[in-house]
């Protein structure tokens, strides 16, 4: 059954890494959801954030063409549920909209989003949280006339306590032998 | 991999060009021949090279393909890193084909290749090819070195990867202006990459729990792959054999890493391997796999495959375990360290009725295919079979034997009775037509006083034939069986069986090969036969320097056993 997953996967911070790992996934036709990059609690190390739907042997077997990457430290994979997850979206509107009527204003309380910008012509709101969330705000917004709307890739952290800094360690330890 | 001791790190720093500094790079990683072809964006390299000529050799082919698959053909003969090198552009595609072949055969290769100058990179400029992204998927490692001095690093990273954990080739672009910058040269040898683990240590409880599941065994078998050759464990790995008592049998990559006459191998996997291995795959109780991936050309239907049996599957690459089949007992590690113990923890035994079943299936399968095969009846005509019966007798199996891809490639490792370990250099996972004749080019290299034998189809032979450039130009004494049924038999024999003898574009009008072959000095005969067949292989083997032998056999013989496509190994057909 296909499952949507996340996965981290942690790098050196080298070019041409990222296109390696992405044909990991194209080549067996799984489609990336979304992609995030950026820098790790360990310092110097990449992490790259992937969310697919897919079976989880295939998952599994991906991650380990992943970590059999030269310069991949090590990669996870977490269904939703054992991840803390989130994604920001942007949406830009024309101003004259929040100053005509007071229901574009209503619909950023009632979904917790906040005003990120305002300027003469237009208005930036910002809004984090799951997907269903972003877009369920987008779908409100859109009659009132959306100029520009963006959503990030997933970032997520993962609830088992053991952390990379101790991967990083044992990998570390094992290159050795 | 073998390790090789390199050469003392030099300590003296010194002010070279990138160029030099390659080349004693490659010297002090104990490079002494290399393949490859010139070209504008390597030519500073080249030299450099002019000045190192007692040091290293290099052997220009006759097509960058060429230098790709002769250096494997070295690297799989030798247990180095072969080396070979290419201009950009064009020179470094041409490079492609051989790269991919060493990937899918994990073989450790080390590719140069010339860029065009830094701050000409993504203006489309002569030459350019953006190699670093097209060579991704068929490479372990790359890297583009645009800075002199990164490229002692580099070449020091790219060696230790080639030959590390599950070996594979590298590649190094260098951009031109790199190689005439002058730095100071320094060499430092790799010894680990922090993100890389290349031996994982072998687990005392997976040994223990594999050696339970073996000595419950009552119908074990076990099947070997190249692991086991890359890994030098031949002594390993007959002790283990030997000590368990149970069948054994071959992938073709694994294929002289036990003598094709010790008297528990019962013979070669998959497609068109022996009748035996591939029934007792489905009848046995536990399987043994040892440094092998469980290829489709080996498994058949996968949903069908050893379903009643428990697998233990010894292997370096945790990528490879449960990739293709369920695995119920995974040794990760290096198998010349999993087997010794593995061995240590075993019964010994012996299984009389098991073995009998292995017999009597190979009785079946001499009846049905082997018999005519090797002695064809006095009206057929000449038998792929049989030509090289006489190859393997005459020269008493000692021989390094290389092969193209298709008929000939099995009916030659089917029949060829290898007695010496490391023997046998094949195109197994990319099944690349040309591989053999620059291959056998690289073997003969890494082995100058042994016999080289390339084994090939009249198809594949044009595919690189041009390296008999090579040959003629270098001298080097290989010799050269044309198995020719004038047709591209393997797909002939396909469009026979699925596809109702549609044969198209499968028949092949040839050159004169004798023509050929003495336009480039090399002997050459031409057999059609039976009569004549002995003597003329007696001198084709005992002749002194190349010798190209063509042999017409039949036109439509086809090569069984054969398990069809999406069949289960159970099904395999003798006819
Ligand atoms: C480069 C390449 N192209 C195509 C194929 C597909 N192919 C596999 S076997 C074969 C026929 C080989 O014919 P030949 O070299 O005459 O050998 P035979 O099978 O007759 O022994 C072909 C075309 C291949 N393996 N490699």
């Given at each position: 059954?296909?499952e949507?997953?996340t996965?981290?996967?942690y790098?050196?911070?080298?070019?041409?890494?990222?296109?390696?790992i992405?044909t990991?996934?194209?080549r067996?036709?799984?489609?990336?959801?979304s992609?995030?990059?950026?820098?790790s609690?360990?310092?110097?190390?990449h992490?790259?954030t992937?969310?697919?739907?897919?079976?989880?042997?295939?998952?599994?077997?991906?991650v380990?063409?992943i970590?059999?990457?030269?310069?991949?430290?090590?990669?996870f994979?977490?269904?939703?549920?054992?991840?803390v997850?989130q994604?920001?979206?942007?949406?830009?509107?024309?101003t004259n909209?929040l100053?005509q009527?007071?229901?574009v204003?209503?619909?950023?309380r009632?979904?917790?989003?906040?005003?990120?910008?305002?300027e003469?012509?237009?208005?930036?709101?910002?809004?984090?949280?799951?997907?269903?969330?972003?877009?369920?705000?987008?779908?409100?917004?859109k009659?009132?006339?959306?100029?520009?709307?963006?959503r990030?890739?997933?970032?997520s952290?993962s609830?088992?306590?053991?952390e990379?800094?101790?991967?990083?360690l044992?990998v570390e330890?094992?290159?050795?032998? | 991999?073998?390790?090789?001791?390199?050469?003392k790190p030099?300590?003296?720093?010194?002010t070279?060009?990138?160029?030099?500094?390659?080349?004693r790079?490659?010297?002090?990683?104990?490079?002494?021949?290399?393949?490859g072809y010139?070209?504008?964006?390597?030519?500073?390299?080249?030299?450099?090279?002019?000045?190192y000529e007692?040091?290293?050799k290099?052997?220009?082919?006759?097509?960058?393909?060429?230098?790709?698959?002769?250096?494997?053909?070295?690297?799989?003969?030798?247990?180095k890193?072969?080396?070979c090198?290419?201009?950009?552009?064009?020179?470094?595609t041409?490079?492609?084909?051989?790269l991919a072949d060493?990937?899918?055969?994990s073989t450790?290769?080390?590719c140069?290749?010339?860029?065009v100058?830094?701050?000409?990179?993504?203006?489309?400029?002569?030459?350019e090819?953006?190699?670093v992204s097209?060579?991704?998927?068929v490479t372990?490692w790359?890297?583009?070195?645009?800075?002199?001095?990164?490229?002692?690093?580099?070449?020091?990273?790219?060696?230790?990867i080639?030959?590390?954990?599950?070996?594979?080739?590298?590649?190094i672009d260098?951009?031109?202006?790199?190689?005439?910058?002058?730095f100071?040269?320094?060499y430092e040898?790799?010894?680990?990459?922090?993100?890389?683990?290349?031996?994982?240590?072998?687990?005392?409880?997976?040994?223990?729990l594999?050696?339970?599941?073996?000595d419950?065994?009552k119908?074990?078998?076990i099947?070997?792959?190249?692991g086991i050759l890359?890994?030098?464990?031949?002594?390993e790995?007959k002790d283990?054999v030997?000590?368990?008592?149970?069948?054994a049998a071959?992938?073709i990559?694994?294929?002289?890493?036990?003598?094709?006459d010790h008297?528990q191998?019962v013979g070669?996997l998959?497609?068109?391997?022996?009748y035996?291995?591939?029934?007792?795959?489905?009848?046995?109780?536990?399987?043994?796999?040892?440094?092998?991936?469980?290829?489709?050309?080996?498994?058949?239907d996968?949903?069908?495959?050893?379903?009643?049996?428990?697998?233990i599957?010894?292997e370096?690459?945790p990528?490879e375990?449960?990739?293709?089949?369920?695995?119920?007992v995974p040794?990760?590690?290096n198998?010349k360290?999993s087997?010794?113990?593995?061995?240590?923890?075993?019964?010994?035994?012996?299984?009389?009725?098991?073995?009998?079943?292995?017999?009597?299936?190979?009785?079946?399968e001499n009846?049905?295919?082997i018999?005519?095969?090797?002695f064809?009846?006095?009206?057929?005509?000449?038998t792929?079979?049989?030509?090289?019966r006489h190859?393997?007798?005459?020269?008493?199996?000692t021989?390094?034997?290389?092969?193209?891809?298709g008929?000939?490639?099995?009916v030659?490792q089917?029949?060829?009775?290898?007695k010496?370990?490391k023997?046998?250099?094949t195109?197994g996972?990319l099944?690349?037509?040309?591989f053999a004749?620059p291959a056998?080019?690289g073997?003969?290299?890494?082995?100058?006083?042994?016999?080289?034998?390339?084994?090939?189809?009249?198809?594949g032979?044009?595919m690189?034939?041009?390296?008999?450039?090579t040959?003629f130009?270098?001298?080097?004494?290989?010799?050269?069986?044309?198995?020719?049924?004038?047709?591209?038999?393997?797909?002939?024999?396909?469009?026979?069986l699925f596809?109702?003898?549609r044969?198209?574009?499968v028949?092949m009008?040839?050159p004169?090969?004798?023509?050929?072959?003495?336009?480039?000095?090399?002997?050459?005969e031409?057999?059609t036969?039976?009569?004549d067949l002995?003597?003329?292989?007696?001198?084709f083997?005992?002749s002194?320097?190349?010798?190209?032998?063509?042999v017409l056999?039949?036109?439509?013989n086809?090569?069984?056993p054969?398990?069809?496509t999406?069949?289960s190994?159970?099904?395999i057909r003798?006819?």
């Amino acid at each position: 059954m296909k499952e949507q997953f996340t996965i981290s996967i942690y790098t050196e911070n080298l070019i041409g890494l990222l296109h390696r790992i992405t044909t990991i996934f194209t080549r067996r036709h799984s489609n990336i959801e979304s992609i995030n990059a950026s820098e790790s609690e360990v310092s110097g190390i990449h992490r790259y954030t992937v969310v697919i739907t897919e079976e989880e042997r295939k998952v599994k077997n991906i991650v380990k063409q992943i970590e059999k990457q030269i310069d991949v430290f090590k990669a996870f994979y977490h269904p939703n549920k054992n991840i803390v997850y989130q994604e920001i979206a942007l949406y830009k509107m024309p101003t004259n909209i929040l100053s005509q009527t007071r229901e574009v204003e209503q619909i950023v309380r009632k979904h917790h989003a906040r005003l990120l910008a305002v300027e003469p012509e237009f208005t930036i709101i910002e809004k984090t949280g799951f997907k269903e969330e972003t877009q369920a705000l987008f779908e409100q917004l859109k009659p009132h006339g959306i100029l520009e709307f963006v959503r990030s890739g997933r970032i997520s952290i993962s609830k088992p306590m053991k952390e990379f800094q101790d991967y990083f360690l044992e990998v570390e330890k094992a290159s050795k032998l | 991999m073998e390790s090789t001791k390199l050469k003392k790190p030099q300590s003296v720093k010194t002010t070279i060009t990138g160029a030099e500094a390659l080349v004693r790079c490659l010297i002090a990683e104990n490079v002494d021949t290399m393949f490859g072809y010139p070209g504008g964006a390597i030519m500073p390299v080249y030299d450099a090279l002019y000045h190192y000529e007692n040091e290293i050799k290099h052997i220009m082919t006759r097509h960058e393909q060429g230098a790709s698959h002769a250096a494997q053909g070295y690297a799989r003969i030798s247990g180095k890193v072969g080396v070979c090198m290419a201009t950009s552009g064009p020179g470094a595609t041409n490079l492609i084909t051989g790269l991919a072949d060493a990937q899918l055969d994990s073989t450790p290769l080390v590719c140069i290749t010339g860029q065009v100058s830094s701050k000409m990179i993504g203006s489309d400029a002569f030459q350019e090819t953006d190699i670093v992204s097209i060579s991704m998927p068929v490479t372990k490692w790359n890297i583009q070195i645009t800075k002199a001095k990164d490229i002692p690093e580099a070449i020091a990273k790219a060696f230790y990867i080639a030959r590390s954990g599950k070996p594979g080739p590298v590649l190094i672009d260098i951009t031109k202006d790199a190689q005439f910058e002058t730095f100071e040269f320094e060499y430092e040898p790799c010894l680990h990459i922090r993100s890389y683990i290349p031996n994982p240590q072998v687990d005392p409880k997976a040994i223990a729990l594999a050696a339970r599941v073996i000595d419950s065994a009552k119908k074990p078998l076990i099947l070997f792959g190249h692991g086991i050759l890359l890994a030098n464990a031949k002594q390993e790995f007959k002790d283990f054999v030997e000590k368990s008592g149970a069948p054994a049998a071959w992938t073709i990559m694994g294929l002289s890493a036990l003598d094709t006459d010790h008297p528990q191998n019962v013979g070669m996997l998959g497609m068109h391997g022996n009748y035996a291995p591939n029934i007792m795959t489905n009848e046995c109780d536990v399987l043994v796999a040892i440094g092998m991936r469980f290829d489709d050309r080996v498994t058949g239907d996968v949903s069908r495959y050893a379903k009643q049996a428990k697998i233990i599957h010894l292997e370096i690459d945790p990528a490879e375990v449960n990739k293709n089949v369920g695995v119920d007992v995974p040794v990760l590690g290096n198998c010349k360290e999993s087997l010794t113990q593995l061995t240590e923890a075993i019964t010994k035994k012996s299984y009389p009725e098991w073995n009998d079943r292995a017999a009597q299936l190979t009785a079946r399968e001499n009846e049905m295919v082997i018999e005519d095969e090797l002695f064809p009846p006095e009206e057929d005509k000449i038998t792929m079979g049989e030509v090289i019966r006489h190859i393997s007798d005459i020269s008493r199996g000692t021989a390094v034997i290389v092969t193209d891809v298709g008929q000939h490639q099995m009916v030659t490792q089917r029949y060829y009775n290898y007695k010496e370990w490391k023997s046998n250099v094949t195109s197994g996972g990319l099944g690349t037509m040309g591989f053999a004749l620059p291959a056998a080019i690289g073997a003969k290299f890494a082995a100058p006083h042994r016999q080289v034998i390339a084994v090939i189809g009249d198809g594949g032979f044009q595919m690189t034939i041009q390296e008999l450039g090579t040959i003629f130009q270098t001298k080097i004494d290989v010799k050269i069986l044309i198995l020719n049924n004038e047709f591209l038999g393997m797909v002939r024999q396909w469009q026979d069986l699925f596809f109702e003898k549609r044969y198209s574009s499968v028949d092949m009008i040839n050159p004169d090969f004798q023509m050929i072959a003495k336009g480039y000095g090399i002997t050459a005969e031409k057999v059609t036969e039976r009569a004549d067949l002995e003597k003329a292989i007696h001198r084709f083997l005992s002749s002194e320097g190349s010798y190209l032998l063509e042999v017409l056999v039949g036109k439509e013989n086809n090569v069984f056993p054969m398990i069809p496509t999406g069949a289960s190994v159970s099904e395999i057909r003798l006819s």
